[in-house]
């Protein structure tokens, strides 16, 4: 096969799928009611945070593996993942009882790591390295070449995006409707180049919306550029998509099959996560999140429309969860922080509470130490609003009363140092 020329065909994919159905039941294909009103559309969710591995990644991984020659499988198998391709690597390395070699970033959720154990037994090692995703893929291939085993790349192979593209496959026979739009996730792009050709042979209206996270939009440099391109810094919040570049054959596929790609905001994200939890009792983690996430971003295109996400995974550790919802409520303007100067005398903080903070404000964070050597002490106070239009009113009750303060939301280098 000229894999500088691959395209996933419909009857790739669907030798795909009857691989899968060895280890797999079709994922559901549901309509989400709340998401639905929001935006008044028909709204459904293609759930592969119900997989056997929380994710859809061990469907692009089985396929690879399953079609590998016995003498291959028998020297063992090595892969690199931030967690999801990893415990799909896993599962199957304990399903066909063979052995594999696991490299995942030392800044991989504990929650994920633990689920890699869990699924591969005693078939898995798992090494620990680098801080991102590309440093551990980089040492995972130095680590096949050198001992012959076979690597299993977690995007950037036919038979990989083969298995992704299987999804597309469920879709369509799942779905009584005709969908206008998919919105896909985007980390290194097997997901939406295998979906996006499959329904671009089958059902080529529907048009195909890719979504990465702000802090690591690979794919819309590589399309913006014309060839795959490394982004020099990456946010790894979005662990599952944090991707510095995206992969040379998805590429070639992504930018044939996508109408076009969202970037999200991280803090978009996490306002998703929440959201799906609360209103639709769905726990995602970051990357599950981008679909929906993206749809706030289409609200206009979609109305009216019959619309598909993709819900990618749900690995997500609870640990996170407070940092999601600070996360959240920065984005949505809800929680603010200032460094007041405070007199050194008495009351002055009450003052301050009585004064400044209104009736349906929240002092949620105050961290100050007084200088009895100094007329003014400073304070790092933190707000959070009922409504993000309630602070013009809170900073005019702050001026009014003639308080010092410096308001550090975006003031970016003193924001990471102190909050």
Not at 187 to 204: D, I, T, V
Not at 276 to 291: D, Q, R, T
């Amino acid at each position: 096969m000229d894999t500088t020329k691959y395209f996933p065909s419909v009857e790739a994919i669907e030798k795909a799928a009857e691989v899968l159905t060895e280890i797999l039941e079709p994922t559901p294909f549901m309509k989400n009611n709340n998401l639905s009103d929001v935006y008044d559309a028909n709204v459904f969710l293609k759930r592969e945070d119900l997989q056997v591995v929380r994710s859809y990644k061990i469907r692009g991984a089985f396929n690879k593996i399953r079609t590998l020659e016995p003498e291959l499988l028998s020297k063992g198998i090595v892969c690199a993942s931030a967690g999801n391709h990893a415990q799909g690597v896993a599962f199957s390395c304990s399903k066909l009882q063979i052995m594999g070699s696991i490299f995942m970033p030392t800044t991989t959720p504990k929650q994920k790591i633990e689920q890699v154990r869990m699924f591969g037994k005693e078939f898995i090692e798992i090494v620990l390295t680098g801080d991102t995703f590309d440093a551990a893929n980089s040492a995972a291939i130095a680590y096949a070449n050198e001992t012959g085993k076979t690597f299993i790349p977690p995007f950037d192979d036919p038979k990989v995006m083969e298995g992704q593209g299987t999804i597309g496959k469920e879709i369509l026979s799942q779905s009584k409707v005709k969908l206008d739009y998919i919105f896909v996730p985007i980390g290194g792009g097997g997901l939406a180049s295998g979906l996006g050709a499959y329904f671009k042979q089958m059902h080529p209206e529907t048009k195909i919306i890719g979504v990465e996270p702000g802090g690591a939009p690979c794919m819309k440099a590589a399309i913006e550029a014309g060839e795959t391109v490394r982004l020099e810094h990456i946010d790894k919040f979005v662990d599952g998509a944090a991707v510095q570049k995206a992969g040379s054959l998805t590429y070639q596929v992504c930018k044939e099959v996508l109408d076009d790609i969202i970037v999200v905001p991280e803090g978009a994200v996490c306002t998703t996560i929440i959201q799906m939890y609360n209103k639709s009792a769905i726990v995602v983690e970051p990357a599950g999140a981008l679909a929906a996430a993206a749809l706030r971003f289409y609200a206009d295109k979609i109305k009216g429309k019959n619309v598909a996400c993709i819900v990618s995974g749900s690995n997500n550790d609870i640990t996170r969860m407070e940092e999601i919802r600070e996360k959240s409520l920065l984005y949505e303007g809800l929680k603010h922080y200032f460094i007041v100067n405070f007199p050194q005398k008495s009351g002055e903080i009450l003052s301050f509470i009585r004064d400044v903070i209104g009736p349906t404000d929240d002092l949620v964070h105050i961290q100050y130490i007084k200088k009895t050597n100094k007329n003014f002490g400073p304070a790092l106070i933190g707000i959070e609003l009922a409504a993000k239009e309630d602070f013009k009113a809170l900073t005019d009750r702050m001026d009014k009363h003639g308080i010092s303060y410096e308001y550090i939301n975006e003031n970016n280098k003193l924001f990471e140092i102190l909050i």
